[in-house]
């Protein structure tokens, strides 16, 4: 077979892996990023100062939280349970040293120490684990985008060929939530102008969408890239998708109001399933051949699928709202996490039936089953990363320590007898002095630009390497050096403090 047909056969005809192990690694990254906020505690407590320059909080950001979902999809992919049961006992561990440190300090009863807690106010202007969220869901994909082209990329993790749960796949509609969730619906910022305007607005929004997109379908066909025909089509790709997906949404949102947007994602969606079931739709989808009668034809992947994406845009919107609503203290934060996870599992409850009584989950078609899995999880997902914040407030109130970076900022004990005081003006340098060193902030200021990056690099890794037949430890080499070289560029452009967006 010549190098481009062995690739595409690499990564074609895949059934995914179970729901259970996709959960199971949702844990990991927030685990990580405790682990990482719990060092740089242990530290100030030791030091009384973060002295680090940017060269170490990139090193440290990056070892502690990239290289390790790198290493999770690849060598430690077999053992994930114990990874995850080891990070969990060195957060533990590290968690029990700062409050020991606290005990012999200042002597309080661990039940004041609970109720101070649960009554701390946070900073209102910021949502950290929103922005976690989608960091998160742009560096897992870069990393597989790479990496589903090695073998020591578990092929269960790959995109499915027509119904299955791959991680792939999961990656695919959280990037579309993702988008949704800090939308100007979700934010409420939408413009007070006519309705004309705001369509007209959003259509020149997503035109760098539309132009890489054509750079994409270009440069593949004249390179004779290898592509996976099923996956999108012809000429389709992710890039249109999220293109088309942002104006047919905000199109829909001008007409309909924001606040009952998950109404609409379940008709979009339940009518959508109707259809594949009544008509000859799903079998023109999954099973037609001809791809010479037109750009529909050609395509009819990307372009129906579509139809599911815009669903779960309109769900993530209706998410955005609620996790973004004021909330001042931990405990009102600890129940949001307890309706999110209520909201999760009505989800899987609903995803079983529909899986029994309908049809499976299938990402090429973006089928309801599909809309409530990605929903399930992603909540799932939130709920994690909110609850890893609040373990990193909770140790900083045990210790005192300067804010975390991508984490929740502590209003003063001096500001709390105002509630719109905010934070103290040393607070605020703090924070923003960590932040500026922050690998998280860095890919969130340029997160297109990321994205394409990560494209770019793995196009021309596959033209310079034999990635199927790459060994197992020169593979882990080729994904770490890959990511660290996206990183550092995003890093060094944050540092900057240059953002390149003109549209």
Not at 25 to 51: D, M, Q, T
Request: aromatic share 12%; proline share 3%.
């Amino acid at each position: 077979m010549r190098d481009k047909d062995l690739k595409e056969a690499f990564v074609s005809n895949l059934n995914g892996t179970s729901l259970g192990e996709i959960t199971l690694g949702s844990v990991l990254a927030p685990l990580c990023l405790i682990n990482r906020g719990l060092l740089l505690i242990l530290y100030f407590l030791g030091k009384g100062v973060y002295p680090f320059s940017w060269k170490v909080h990139l090193f440290l950001d990056f070892t502690m939280v990239v290289v390790p979902l790198v290493l999770s999809c690849t060598v430690l992919s077999d053992v994930l349970l114990l990874v995850i049961l080891g990070l969990a006992a060195i957060d533990v561990s590290m968690l029990f040293q700062i409050y020991h440190k606290r005990k012999h300090t200042i002597p309080v009863q661990f039940q004041q120490t609970l109720k101070s807690f649960l009554e701390t106010r946070l900073e209102t202007r910021c949502t950290p684990f929103v922005t976690v969220f989608r960091v998160l869901v742009n560096v897992k994909t870069a990393i597989s985008i790479l990496a589903v082209d090695f073998a020591i990329f578990p092929r269960r993790y790959a995109k499915t060929e027509t119904y299955g749960t791959g991680v792939m796949d999961f990656g695919v509609g959280s990037f579309i939530l993702a988008n949704s969730l800090v939308s100007p619906e979700a934010r409420q910022k939408q413009a007070s102008a006519s309705k004309f305007s705001h369509v007209a607005k959003q259509l020149l929004s997503v035109w760098p969408l539309v132009v890489l997109g054509m750079v994409r379908l270009i440069s593949v066909k004249a390179l004779g890239y290898h592509e996976h025909v099923s996956e999108y089509g012809l000429h389709w790709n992710f890039f249109f998708t999220l293109a088309i997906v942002r104006v047919v949404a905000s199109l829909l949102l001008t007409f309909f109001p924001a606040n009952k947007s998950w109404i609409l994602s379940l008709t979009i969606g339940g009518v959508y399933q109707t259809t594949l079931e009544m008509t000859e739709l799903k079998a023109f989808i999954l099973h037609g051949s001809d791809r010479t009668g037109g750009l529909l034809s050609a395509n009819r992947e990307g372009v129906f699928s579509v139809i599911g994406y815009v669903a779960i845009y309109m769900a993530g919107v209706q998410v955005g709202l609620y996790v973004m609503e004021k909330r001042t203290l931990v405990k009102d934060w600890i129940k949001a996490i307890l309706w999110l996870l209520l909201a999760s599992c009505g989800l899987w409850t609903l995803l079983h039936v529909c899986q029994s009584f309908v049809e499976p989950v299938s990402r090429r078609m973006a089928n309801l089953s599909y809309l409530l899995w990605i929903m399930a999880q992603s909540l799932y997902f939130l709920s994690c990363l909110i609850s890893a914040d609040l373990v990193l407030v909770f140790s900083k109130v045990l210790s005192k320590c300067s804010p975390v970076p991508s984490s929740w900022i502590i209003v003063q004990e001096t500001t709390m007898q105002d509630p719109n005081a905010g934070t103290s003006l040393d607070e605020d340098k703090t924070t923003k002095k960590i932040d500026d060193l922050c690998l998280i902030q860095a890919v969130n200021r340029n997160q297109l630009l990321f994205f394409v990056l990560s494209n770019v690099m793995t196009g021309l890794t596959n033209v310079m390497l034999d990635t199927v037949n790459s060994s197992s430890w020169f593979s882990v080499w080729v994904l770490v050096s890959y990511m660290f070289a996206n990183c550092s560029v995003i890093y060094i452009l944050h540092v900057k403090k240059v953002t390149l967006k003109f549209w």
